[in-house]
């Protein structure tokens, strides 16, 4: 008998026909001898619809009262999977993030968890019961409510597999598993069956939008054993390892068209400017992705970043002061970009990968705006509208339709 | 400076704009020197459409998970207030019941109010907070959320006002106070300035929609002043006392048509039926409203009551039971019934008010199938489609139109 947390997304319990589904496979589970937590987002459109109508209110609603807000759509999908897990007969209970006292800290939309408290759901569970949890949410020491932020409940579903001391954790989600890359954009893409944990970690903050980065970051710091499956279809999904494939390359290509490029023109070449400039922005609390530092000419130079396009209003909001701190001529905002990025424990031992990145796209006429290497990453920026072939073209070229690993 | 509860229930809380509205009405009660608590309702048809979700997947939901469902109504509505008083730049925080202590009894969708944690809403009012608190709402022991069931907003403000000895409660609704009868069955109703506790008490049990019975009898038993006003317009609204009017024999008419009657036909006219007959009754939870017994004929005779028509199902579910537990020959259900009651604390020293009714009753030819009769109200039931011109003939019949009190 296994203890299995299982977390299912908001398009896995869009409607009441798809929250009965998510009731059989978790009852399923249940039935084959384990025991299950299971963590639940909120109804496909709830959180828009939230969203929607605290904006008809308020440009800037308070925090706080924004994530009491939000939280219901979690409280909601809860309560209406337990009562379809009752419907089929086996006993359920379903808790809050409060009530289950998932301890975060105090910073409203973005709370981070501190703290699980595991012995009421060890208690429900000793009782036969399957437990249901509110993903994205959790309580303050003050008894505020708070959210997770982005990919909250892939987070909540890793830390209480980590606190829980789960035999697995199981993200349920609308497509098969971890691809090559997405298949919207790259028609042959393949689903990978095992895939290394860091690589994910890179997808992820590339783009990929199967796994939020940090219930990565989550699952890899308290070894959670992770696995991404469609709630739709049997497959067995992605196995999420700590080992990697010998012998392979690149494992996937993420595309990012979320992200906005700012450069700074003209900046004297003097130490210090960077710190200045960077400073500023995380004061904003905006989170600087790639950054690119032009080589000097007559002593200025050029600094070039990107960012969410979500913060694009508030970098705007103190472009002046930027303008004052680092002595810079302007400051020029490009949305229409694309961030397309490839992925590979390989490359760590292998030479050429850049090389053959920068040959794909020159041949193709695809101007490489930025890039950005890491040990196991190289991301460039180009047009938006040259990302799709840019990345069909990687794809080809590192042979990823014809990824071949199989789970022992 | 007076300590003011505001209760705001579904319809004035409708949509966005009413929020708004509610918003700017709260701020004026504040800017005037007050401390506010304000009690909200869900909005509009939010519990209705939380209420079909949940039957679209059981027509048994578990009851606590019922709650943890319908809870969130009032949670979203809380949130919106709060963001819309801040909006007016005022400062707002805004609780759920388990957030601010309502403790309740663990009777899910009936629970009632133990205790309320006051503390925590005095310390906000000290920093010059607008308090919002969720109606409806409660909190077990044991951490389960809880429902108070039907009216259970008017409770919640009244209990807290109780709790925190406010000098004011305010119930604000969409119309502008008591009235002598529902305006929509008789034109010619008028609102009440000041109307007496019991006679509000005995006008909500008899089907006036103004105020739920339970609050009443909350307020009556912890001294709370209270006022019924209009959300949308600027009426002093209804003044709810201790004292009544010298002179007044009759202070509303109120006309129920969700009940059903129930008739046993054909009960043995021996001692012990009926406690026989209402402890089956009592069992399934029904509430009983009015019993008539008839006089004994042959040694058989015939006992009706009325009960909420959504008890219906539950009470033929007992039939078989019923009829083996009195020997009685049929049990017939009846629901094109309504019950007219004419209230009035100044009954209790005239004599004729019963013999009044009975003959406006009898120069219309409208058959009074049962009558019950209490202290300060007399109720008779009638046929559904007669109810509209029983009615008006008693609200002339009383003068009801022409009621003119002035509060001091």
Redesign the interface.
Known sequence: MALIVQKYGGTSVGD?EK??NVARRVVNTKKAGNDVVVVVSAMGDTTDY?VE??E???KT??K???D??L??GE??S???L???I??LGYD???F?G??VGILTTKEHTEAKILDINTSKIFNELKKGRIVIVAGFQGVTED???TTLGRGGSDTTAVALAAALKADLCEIYTDVKGVYTADPRIVKTAKKLDVVNIDEVLELASAGAQVLHPRSVIFAKKYKVPLVVKSSFEDDPGTKITEEYMEGLLVTGIAVKTDEAKVSVIDVPDVPGIAAKLFSLVAREKINVNMIVQGTSRNGLSEISFTIPKKDLITLKGIEDEIKKAVSCSKVTYDEDIAIVSIVGVGMRSHYGVAATVFNVLARLGINIEMISTSEIKISVVVRKDKATEAANALHEEFKLSEVEIKTE
Chains 1, 2 share one sequence.
């Open positions: 009441i929250i009965k939230l109508m605290a008809k209110i308020s609603p308070p706080r009262e924004y009491l807000l939280s219901t409280q909601i809860i309560a209406l337990s009562i379809a009752h419907e359920a209970i379903a809050t409060f009530q008894g505020d409510i």
